[in-house]
C-alpha cells in the first residue's frame, strides 16, 4: 500500500483547538505523527517582560483559554514567594473554592471535546450548558465569564457578594443532578466502551520517562497530585481523596476525569462549611512603583491537566526578567501523543489526542 | 535529605555549588562541561522527573544560564513522602558568542521538545539533538527573538506599520 503524508489539523473536523500534526499513512495505519504547534504562538512570555508585575495579570490568564484561572494562581504565588508577601487565612479558602470550581468548568470543557468527538452530541450539548451555569458564577464574582483576573499577590480582588455562597450551591447541585444521567448515557455506555477501552495506552514506566503528570499519569495507578504533594492555598484544611485508574488508556483517563470532578465538586462544598470570617487581601505597595527583590523561583500547582509551573526571574526591577511556564500539555502533546500514535488508526487520532487533554495554547504560550 | 545529597554531590564532583533555600528547592551551580554527568548521577538518585529546562539570558554578564528542574515521582503510588517536595534547580552559564551545549535527551527523552524550543527562541545550538526544527515560529529572525536584545515593540512596529490599511488608497 502507498504511504501518504496525511496533515491533521488545524483545519479537521477531528480537531480542538489550533494545532496540527502530520501524519504518516498507510491505509487506515498511522506509521509516524509529528505534532506541529505554533499556531497560536503570541510570545506572552516575551511580551510579560515589557510590563510591571501587575500589569502581568490579564496576560497570564490568556495563555491558556480553558482554565485561566490556575495560570492567575501560579504567577501570583511566584511573586508572593519573590516579594515574600503573605496571605489572609480567607483568602485561601477563597481560593482553593475558585480554582475547583474552575476545574469543574474545565473539565465540562473536555468532556464536551470528548463527547463530541466520539459523536456523542447530547453529552456534549450537556457538558457546554453546564459550563456555561460556571460561567455565570463567575460573572457574578468577577464580572468577566472566560478572563477574570481575580487572584492577586496577596490576596483576591475582592470578597464574596451576598448571597454568593448560595449561588455556587445551587449550581453545583443542579450539575450534580445530572451526574446519573451522563452515567447512563455516556460513562456507562458500551459504545464509549468499546471505542476507548485500550486506546492510547500508557505503562507507568513509559508516563514518568516522557515526563506526564496530572489524569495521564493518574490513570496509570499513581496518585500524584500536586494538591496533596505540595500543599497550597487551602487544600490541606479540608479532607478529601484523588481518584486513580489503573489501565492507562484513555478510558481510565475520560474516567480519571469524571471522578475529580465528583470531588472537587464535594470538597468545595467542604470548603465553604469551614471558610473562616476576615480581609481577603493584604495591602502590596503601589503597583506602578512595585520593585520585586532579586531572585529566582520555581512553583507549581495541579491544573485541571496536571503539574502547571512557573520559572520567574527577578533582577530587582519593577518587572520581571524571565517568566518561564511549565505547562502540563506541553509534555502532553509534543512527547506522549507522538508515541502514542505509532501503529494507532487514523479513526483514534482525535481520540488518543483529547484524551491526553492536549490544550493547543497552552503549549504555543 | 538534603544535606546527605548535598555531601554527596560535593564530595563526587569538583566545581560544583549546592544551596539549600530551605523551602524544598536546592539550588546546584555546575560547570557546562559536567552538566550530563550531573543529570545523569540526580537521575539514578531518583529525581527522575524533569519539570522544565529553561534559559536566561543574562546580557549585562554576556552570558546565557541554563536550568534544569529536577523533581521525583512517588516511591510507591499512595504514600506522600518529603521527597516529592523536593526540586532541584540545576544550573549552568555559557557564552553569548556562539552558544552550545550537549543534549539531554539520552538521559531525559522528554527533554526533546524543551531544548528544540531552547534553540529557536535563543538560539543555543544543543549537540547531539536529532530534531532541532523550527516549533513555534515561521520565520528566520536575525536575532532569536527570545534574546534581551531583540526588540519586541520595534519588530511589531516594523513589520505591522509597513502594511497599508485597508480603504486608504496610496496617492
Known amino acids: 500500500m502507498r504511504e501518504l503524508e496525511l496533515y491533521f489539523g488545524p483545519q479537521h473536523l477531528g480537531m480542538v483547538g489550533n494545532f496540527s500534526i502530520t501524519l504518516n499513512v498507510e491505509g487506515d495505519q498511522v506509521l509516524e505523527a509529528k505534532a506541529n504547534p505554533g499556531y497560536l504562538h503570541r510570545g506572552f512570555e516575551k511580551l510579560m517582560e515589557y510590563r510591571t508585575w501587575i500589569q502581568n495579570f490579564p496576560m497570564v490568564c490568556r495563555i491558556n483559554v480553558v482554565e485561566p484561572d490556575s495560570m492567575e494562581m501560579i504567577y501570583a504565588m511566584a511573586v508572593e514567594k519573590l516579594a515574600r508577601i503573605e496571605v489572609p487565612e480567607r483568602a485561601h479558602y477563597i481560593r482553593s473554592i475558585y480554582l475547583e470550581i474552575s476545574r469543574v468548568a474545565s473539565h465540562l470543557f473536555g468532556l464536551w471535546a470528548y463527547a463530541n468527538m466520539l459523536g456523542f452530541d447530547t453529552v456534549a450539548q450537556w457538558a457546554m450548558y453546564h459550563r456555561d451555569l460556571i460561567l455565570d458564577v463567575f460573572e457574578e464574582l468577577t464580572g468577566g465569564r472566560v478572563y477574570h483576573i481575580y487572584i492577586w499577590p496577596g490576596g483576591v480582588r475582592r470578597d464574596f457578594p451576598p448571597g454568593f455562597k448560595d449561588k455556587i450551591v445551587n449550581t453545583l447541585h443542579s450539575i450534580g443532578g445530572c451526574v446519573p444521567d451522563y452515567d447512563s448515557t455516556f460513562f456507562n455506555n458500551r459504545l464509549f466502551y468499546e471505542r476507548a477501552k485500550g486506546i492510547g495506552k500508557l505503562t507507568q514506566q513509559q508516563a514518568k520517562q516522557w515526563g506526564a503528570t496530572g489524569q495521564t499519569l493518574r490513570a496509570t495507578g499513581m496518585a500524584y497530585d500536586i494538591r496533596k504533594i505540595e500543599s497550597y492555598a487551602a487544600y490541606d484544611k479540608v479532607e478529601w481523596n484523588v481518584p486513580v485508574r489503573e489501565d492507562g488508556d484513555a478510558y481510565s483517563r475520560v474516567w480519571v476525569i469524571r471522578d475529580e470532578m465528583i470531588e472537587s465538586v464535594h470538597m468545595i462544598f467542604k470548603l465553604l462549611d469551614t471558610m473562616p470570617e476576615g480581609p481577603v487581601y493584604n495591602r502590596i505597595p503601589n503597583p506602578f512603583k512595585w520593585k520585586v527583590p532579586k531572585g529566582d523561583v520555581y512553583v507549581r500547582c495541579e491544573s485541571s491537566r496536571g503539574e502547571l509551573g512557573l520559572y520567574l526571574v527577578s533582577d530587582g526591577e519593577d518587572k520581571p526578567y524571565r517568566v518561564h511556564f511549565r505547562t502540563p500539555s506541553y509534555p502532553n502533546g509534543l512527547i506522549i501523543l507522538e508515541k502514542l500514535l505509532k501503529n494507532a488508526s487514523i479513526a483514534d487520532v482525535g481520540n488518543i489526542m483529547i484524551s491526553l487533554y492536549v490544550v493547543a495554547p497552552e503549549i504555543d504560550r | ?171
Open chain 2, 1 to 171: 535529605m538534603n544535606e546527605s545529597l548535598k555531601q554527596e554531590l560535593e564530595s563526587t564532583f569538583k566545581d560544583i555549588m549546592v544551596t539549600d533555600r530551605r523551602d524544598n528547592r536546592v539550588s546546584v551551580i555546575v560547570k557546562r562541561g559536567q552538566v550530563l554527568a550531573v543529570l545523569r548521577f540526580l537521575r539514578d538518585k531518583g529525581f527522575e522527573h524533569l519539570a522544565l529546562i529553561s534559559c536566561v539570558d543574562w546580557i549585562d554578564e554576556n552570558e546565557f544560564e541554563l536550568v534544569y528542574i529536577l523533581a521525583s515521582y512517588m516511591q510507591n503510588n499512595e504514600e506522600y513522602t518529603d521527597r516529592e517536595r523536593l526540586h532541584i534547580i540545576l544550573k549552568t552559564r555559557i557564552p553569548r558568542q556562539s552558544p552550545r551545549l550537549e543534549t539531554a535527551t539520552d538521559i531525559f527523552p522528554n527533554a526533546d521538545p524543551y531544548e528544540r524550543e531552547i534553540h529557536e527562541l535563543f538560539g543555543i545550538k544543543f549537540e547531539g539533538h536529532k530534531r532541532l526544527t523550527p516549533l513555534f515560529l515561521e520565520r528566520d529572525y536575525e536575532i532569536p527573538p527570545f534574546r534581551k536584545d531583540f526588540n519586541t515593540r520595534k519588530y511589531v512596529k516594523d513589520l505591522f506599520d509597513n502594511i497599508p490599511c485597508i480603504g486608504i488608497e496610496k496617492k
